[in-house]
Nanobody, 125 residues
Framework: VQLQASGGGLVQAGGSLRLSCAAS????????MGWFRQAPGKEREFVAA????????YYADSVKGRFTISRDNAKNTVYLQMNSLKPEDTAVYYC???????????????????WGQGTLVTVSS
């Protein structure tokens, strides 16, 4: 599967952005999806994950209550709605996919087999 992330940009602190990740392939609905991010000078970190059926989601503590991951299997797309953005959310955001167990979510990089190219989010103070 190929992944294409989009929706990044420059936003002021407190603002919102919605990232999208479009996937190729007919079996998108069987992939668990995740978002990760990498800030300048830091290692890539987990942000959010969603299971096949969108029945389960999981978030990093740093974004819980502010970010929402969702998916539209009919459109082969996963979204990351980011609200109340903070300067520390500035990073390149990557989407990732893996064929996992139904209902499972994954937060480790090594769980994921496919990665998008990343989209830059910059939050100004």
């Amino acid at each position: 599967v190929q992944l294409q992330a989009s929706g990044g940009g420059l936003v002021q602190a407190g603002g919102s952005l919605r990232l999208s990740c479009a996937a190729s392939g007919r079996t998108f609905s069987r992939y668990a999806m995740g978002w990760f991010r990498q800030a300048p000078g830091k290692e890539r970190e987990f942000v959010a994950a969603i299971s096949w059926s969108a029945g389960r989601t999981y978030y990093a503590d740093s974004v819980k209550g502010r970010f929402t991951i969702s998916r539209d299997n009919a459109k082969n797309t996963v979204y990351l709605q980011m609200n109340s953005l903070k300067p520390e959310d500035t990073a390149v955001y990557y989407c990732a996919a893996t064929i996992g167990y139904s209902g499972s979510v994954y937060y480790r990089e090594y769980n994921y087999d496919y990665w998008g190219q990343g989209t830059l989010v910059t939050v100004s103070s």
